[in-house]
């Protein structure tokens, strides 16, 4: 990981990176008395990362070049066509093309517009012959805004072409596995949606198999307010309620074939979600575990997380420049390491509470203290199942925060009581949503009845997600944090609350307990001198002058030209805006490229005239 890390974010030439690593082993042994072995290992697997990513790179950029600007080929559609206002999108891949420029098999978006249709919509499977023009991917187009390239790369996708023609020569050309996935997305979004209501079944296709095409923007927005985008993509407790259904099922009968069956639908399941990274992430991690009880074998959680980054990095580099394959282990880690600590803690709180409640004088009448105790005994049951799932929420989001500040600008306060409240009937509504979509191909009657228990559990959920967007406290925009800023937290993080030793005894394990005594030993004043010195640095560095600096922000139409003075102030002049849609440049592009430039205050503001492209969102 940490020579794609390199290779990916580092434009350094492999032999300044090569002897970088050769002198930061040499450290590395230096310090912790390491084998030269296990040290040199280490190296080569760093330096063959980085040559693989580097490889990758230039091929990507190879294959770009190559593409004409206006192509004319014969492509096979992959996805389902998307409806938007003026056109309809798809994914296709190259079969034969023009003057033989391209490999075939690599993909590629179309944009089919509306309006040159002169025959049926191209489906899944269909060969089409088109002309078009090519757009390479754009890189970032504000400093530190979203890549739309890179996004690309993690989807092995290389632009995207407009139609100006395409013609069907073929159907259903698509065989075997691919087919049965797509009939199966196909036929779950139709019977969820015929099943429950507009907005519901949008919602239950989402967290079913983390298709959102449908799911209407009011309802993306207060997910994403609330902190509860995580449902709308699927992740490591669907995988877990998938497991634990299949295997608490079948494994009634014979334990080892439910596990094997299971790693079977999981694999399955990779391919319908479309292989994204959170779903492989626990996917694979699922697998492992029931592969160690299928071998009879211990399962180690860590060592799964760390074969299963290995697998998915191998597979696509470039899911690490992806933010729900960050979130997802970062969240994971979290929660490995540290809910258990919080969950103890907050027991040990209350426990002490208890115990001196109960010197509480109560009446001798036996029945009266029968009911006392059953109550507390229910009210105990609500109290560690709220514990548990505030433990679980706190420790995965404690390692998220510096991502969700550092690539959306937001953090939350109040995360946990949205997590809380939703978490129950996330887990009904999985295992819910599942029965109900399997019902519906046998008797669908009896599924549209089950649908009214379903959709108002799904109403349930958007309601607390919409009650949830409006809490105080919510989403918070911050200034985009340094990477130093975030090491820093993280160190913290781990130092506090303390990195737990292992059970094996390896040098890698060594190493982590050899750090964990250095911290534990002067942890408080490494922290506390840390963070003055950071907080020091940025205040000394506010008063201290420097050049001008002026800045060209790209907002589409319209201008925005920021400007920093040599006494630091700031002046914003005009804002941008749009004349015809509702996208919202201030919030979407300026207000990102002001926190990423590290901007809380404009000090001036100037507008050169009022017309809404250059005006629209700053006054």
Same mark, same amino acid.
């Given at each position: ?21 050769? !002198? ?13 072995? #296990? ?7 760093? !330096? ?10 230039? &091929? ?46 690599? $993909?590629?978006?179309? @944009? ?17 012959? !088109? ?25 092995? @996708? ?9 013609s069907i020569i073929s159907n259903n050309n ?6 049965? +996935? ?60 998938? %497991?634990?259904?299949?295997t608490n099922t079948i494994g009634k009968t ?10 079977? *639908?999981? +694999?399955? *399941? ?13 996917? #694979?991690?699922? #697998? ?49 390491l540290f809910s258990d600590k919080i969950k @103890? ?6 426990? $002490? ?18 009911? +006392? ?35 959306? &600008?937001? #953090? ?26 399997? %019902? ?42 340094? +990477? ?9 993080? *781990? ?24 911290? &534990? ?44 003075? !040599? ?53």
């Open positions: 990981m940490i020579g794609i890390l390199i290779g990916l974010y580092l434009q350094i030439g492999i032999v300044f990176l090569s002897i970088g690593l050769i !002198i930061l082993t040499c450290v590395i042994i230096k310090i912790f008395k390491l084998k030269k072995g #296990i040290s040199f290992i280490f190296t080569m697997i760093c !330096i063959i990362a980085i040559m693989h990513v580097d490889t990758l790179e230039k &091929n990507y950029e190879k294959m770009i070049s190559k593409i004409p600007k206006e192509i004319n080929m014969q492509a096979i559609v992959i996805s389902d066509g998307i409806d938007k206002e003026y056109k309809y999108t798809y994914v296709i891949k190259v079969i034969k093309i023009e003057n033989n420029v391209l490999e075939k098999n690599i $993909k590629i978006n179309l @944009n089919l517009k509306k309006n040159i249709l002169k025959e049926d919509l191209p489906k899944f499977g269909d060969i089409i012959e !088109i002309t078009g023009n090519y757009e390479e991917p754009e890189s970032a187009r504000n400093y530190k805004s979203f890549n739309y390239k890179d996004y690309l790369k993690s989807k092995g @996708n290389y632009g995207t072409i407009d139609c100006k023609s395409c698509i065989r075997g596995v691919n087919k049965a +996935i797509h009939l199966v997305q196909s036929n779950l979004k139709n019977n969820m949606t015929r099943t429950l209501n507009e907005e519901e079944g949008a919602l239950c296709v989402g967290i079913l198999i983390g298709d959102r095409e449908k799911i209407s923007d009011t309802t993306e927005e207060n997910f994403k307010r609330s902190n509860l985008t995580h449902l709308l993509a699927v992740s490591g407790s669907h995988i877990t309620y998938i %497991i634990v259904a299949l014979n334990r080892k074939f439910a596990n094997i069956f299971t790693i079977i *639908f999981l +694999i399955f *399941f990779m391919a319908l979600t479309e292989f994204t990274a959170s779903v492989m992430r626990a996917s #694979i991690m699922g #697998i492992l575990t029931l592969m160690a009880s299928i071998l009879n074998r211990k399962s180690d959680t860590i060592n799964n997380l760390g074969i299963s980054s290995l697998i998915l990095l191998m597979y696509n580099p470039y899911f690490l420049l992806d933010a729900g394959f960050l979130l997802s282990y970062a969240g994971t880690i979290g929660i490995i @103890n803690f907050i027991e040990n709180v209350i426990l $002490k509470r208890e115990k001196s409640s109960d010197n509480i004088k109560y009446l001798d009448d036996n029945k009266e203290i029968i009911g +006392i105790k059953k109550h507390r005994i229910i009210f105990k049951k609500i109290l560690n199942n709220l514990i548990d799932s505030f433990s679980i929420t706190l420790a995965a989001n404690l390692l998220i925060i510096p991502i969700m500040a550092y690539m959306f &600008n937001t #953090i939350s306060f109040t995360f946990w009581i949205s997590n809380i409240l939703a978490a129950p009937i996330m887990e009904i509504v999985t295992i819910f949503g599942f029965i109900v979509y399997f %019902i519906s191909i046998i008797i669908p009657i009896l599924a549209e009845f089950l649908g009214i228990i379903l959709n108002f559990l799904l109403m349930l959920l958007l309601k607390i997600a919409e009650t949830s967007s409006i809490i105080p406290g919510t989403s918070i925009y911050v200034k985009t944090p340094s +990477i130093i800023s975030c090491a820093i937290y993280y160190v913290s993080i *781990f130092t506090i609350l303390k990195i737990p030793e292992l059970k094996q005894t390896t040098k890698i394990n060594n190493i982590i307990v050899t750090i964990k005594r250095y911290i &534990n030993k002067y942890k408080f004043k490494v922290i506390l001198v840390t963070i003055l010195l950071v907080l020091l640095s940025k205040y000394i560095i506010k008063f201290v002058p420097n050049g001008l600096s002026i800045y060209f922000v790209d907002v589409g139409q319209g201008d925005c030209t920021l400007i920093k003075t !040599i006494q630091n102030k700031t002046i914003l002049i005009d804002g941008g805006g749009s004349e015809f849609g509702s996208f919202d440049v201030g919030e979407s592009i300026l207000l990102p490229y002001l926190l990423d430039r590290g901007i809380t205050k404009i000090d001036y503001l100037m507008v050169s005239h009022f017309d809404s492209d250059h005006v629209g969102r700053v006054i």
